[in-house]
C-alpha cells in the first residue's frame, strides 16, 4: 500500500499504518513516496516525535523497508530528518506504528493460538532474536520426516519432500525453520574448568517463528527462555546479515584437518591416511547434556577417527600390522609407533595421540557397560575441550607431516582468519 497525495490524510495517518501492519501478510509497513502530500509528511513527524510511528529508510536502517527488522536503531530527531528529506529521497521510506501505538489494538483473530505472530502484531521486529533450550530441536532431530542439519554455528531443520507431500501426515507438523542460530551465556565460563558451566541455547527470528503452525509455535513457546546475558554466535550472526563468515567453529576445523592429514600422507606416501572425509549431516553439538547424547556423540568421533584411518595407509609408511608378540594392532597404535620410529620422543608422542586415545576408551565404556543416562551440564564444556584438544593435535600431526621432503611447499586448501573453539 502505497501513501501517496491523494490516499490518506493527516487525521487518518495513525490509523493507516497500525492497519497496513496488521492486514499485511508480513507485517509492513506503510510506504511513503517523494511525492507524499506535504501535510501527511508533518503529521508523520508529529507521530515519531510522540513515540507513536517508527521510520525505515533503505540506505541507513535495513535494505528492504518494508519489513522492520527490528525496533529503529535511531533517534527520534534522527527518523525525522529522513522525513524532512523524503522530497529528494530516490526511494521513499516505510512507517510502522510502536508498540506504544499498538497497545490496546486487538491482535488480528487470525493470529489466535500463535504466540510469536501475535508478538510481531505486538511491535516485534521480523530479525529480533528468541531464545530457547537446545532440547526444542530433539524432536526434529529424532523424527525421519524431518531433514536436519548440523553447522557449528547453528542449525537447520525442514519437513522433507516425502512428508511434505503425503496427506496422510498432520498439516500442523509440515514446519521449517533454516535459520537457526546457537547462543551462549559465558558468564559462568572458566577455560581450563571442566566443572564451569557453558550455557547455549538456541537463537531464532521472531519473524520465522511467526510462520510455523500454532501447534508448534506453542511448542517453542514451551521452551522459550530469557535473553538475559545470552548473545548470537558472531559468525552465525555475520552470514544471517549478509556477511561472510570471519572464521570456522571446532567441527569445521576438524574436517579441515583429517582433509590436510590426508593430502600431506597421499604427499609422503602415495596413499590418503583416511577413507571419508565428509562430516555426518547429524553430527555436531549435543543438544541435551545427557550421558546418552555424550556416548552417541564419542561413538560418531571415533568412527571419523580411529575407525577412519586406513591400514594400507600405515602399509605404505612402512609400519608394521603386528607387533612384536604376533598380535594384530590397532590403527592408532600404528600411527603411534610410526612416528615415534621417526626419532619423536615418547612423551611427545604419548601427547599428542592423547585425544584419539580418551575418544577410544570412553567408546568402549557403553559397548560394554551399562550405563545410566544421567544429565550432567558438564558435557556441554567437556564436548567443547575434547574437540579443542583433538585439532590441536591433529594441527600439529599435519606441521609434523608438512616437514616431510615430498610435502615442501605445501599448503592447506583454507586458512580462516579464525578458529572458533564453540
Not at 262 to 281: D, I, K, M, V
Not at 286 to 296: A, G, K, M, N, V
Request: aromatic fraction near 10%; hydrophobic fraction near 35%; charge should be negative.
Amino acid at each position: 500500500m502505497n501513501a501517496g497525495k491523494s490516499d490518506l490524510t493527516p487525521n487518518t495517518l495513525a490509523k493507516s499504518v497500525v492497519d497496513r501492519y496488521l492486514t499485511s501478510r508480513d507485517f509492513n509497513g506503510l510506504y511513503l513516496p517523494a511525492d507524499a502530500d506535504p501535510h501527511v509528511v508533518d503529521k508523520a513527524k508529529e507521530l515519531v516525535a510522540g513515540g507513536n510511528l517508527q521510520v525505515m529508510v533503505s540506505e541507513v536502517d535495513y535494505p528492504n523497508p518494508h519489513i522492520r527488522p527490528w525496533p529503529s536503531r535511531r533517534t527520534a530527531e534522527s527518523q525525522i530528518a529522513s522525513l524532512e528529506d523524503l522530497s529528494t529521497a530516490e526511494y521513499g521510506l516505510c512507517l510502522y506504528p510502536t508498540p506504544l501505538a499498538l497497545k490496546g489494538v486487538r491482535v488480528p483473530a487470525r493470529l489466535k493460538g500463535q504466540p510469536f505472530a501475535a508478538a510481531l502484531a505486538k511491535g516485534r521486529g521480523t530479525l529480533e532474536l528468541a531464545y530457547f533450550c537446545a532440547d526444542v530441536l530433539e524432536p526434529y532431530r529424532n523424527d525421519p520426516r524431518y531433514h536436519f542439519r548440523y553447522w557449528d554455528f547453528g542449525v537447520e531443520m525442514g519437513i522433507g519432500d516425502e512428508a511434505y507431500l503425503d496427506e496422510s501426515e498432520l498439516e500442523r507438523d509440515k514446519v521449517s525453520l533454516s535459520h537457526l542460530g546457537f547462543a551462549y551465556d559465558l558468564s559462568g565460563y572458566e577455560r581450563k574448568d571442566v566443572n564451569t558451566p557453558i550455557v547455549r541455547r538456541v537463537a531464532a527470528f521472531y519473524g520465522d517463528l511467526a510462520k510455523l503452525t500454532p501447534e508448534h509455535q506453542q511448542r517453542w513457546l514451551s521452551y522459550q527462555v530469557t535473553e538475559d546475558g545470552l548473545n548470537p554466535h558472531p559468525a552465525w550472526w555475520m552470514t544471517q546479515m549478509g556477511e561472510w563468515a570471519d572464521g570456522i567453529g571446532p567441527f569445521d576445523h576438524l574436517f579441515l584437518e583429517i582433509e590436510n592429514l590426508n593430502a600431506l600422507w597421499q604427499g609422503a606416501f602415495g596413499q590418503p591416511l583416511f577413507t571419508h572425509l565428509e562430516r555426518p549431516q547429524d553430527f555436531g553439538w549435543i543438544l541435551r547434556p545427557s550421558q546418552r547424547e555424550w556416548d552417541e556423540f564419542i561413538v560418531q568421533l571415533d568412527k571419523v577417527l580411529s575407525e577412519n584411518i586406513r591400514h594400507d595407509a600405515l602399509d605404505a609408511a612402512g609400519t608394521p600390522r603386528k607387533d612384536s608378540h604376533d598380535q594384530a594392532m590397532g590403527t592408532l597404535t600404528r600411527l603411534a609407533n610410526f612416528i615415534e620410529g621417526k626419532g619423536i620422543d615418547k612423551a611427545v608422542v604419548t601427547d599428542l595421540m592423547r585425544p584419539l586415545r580418551e575418544i577410544r576408551r570412553a567408546r568402549q565404556k557403553p559397548a560394554h557397560a551399562l550405563r545410566t543416562n544421567i544429565t550432567d551440564k558438564t558435557f556441554v564444556h567437556r564436548q567443547v575441550a575434547l574437540l579443542e584438544d583433538l585439532n590441536s593435535a591433529l594441527t600439529e600431526l599435519g606441521r609434523w607431516l608438512s616437514t616431510h621432503p615430498k610435502n615442501r611447499g605445501w599448503k592447506s586448501s583454507f586458512e580462516p582468519d579464525e578458529y572458533y573453539r564453540m
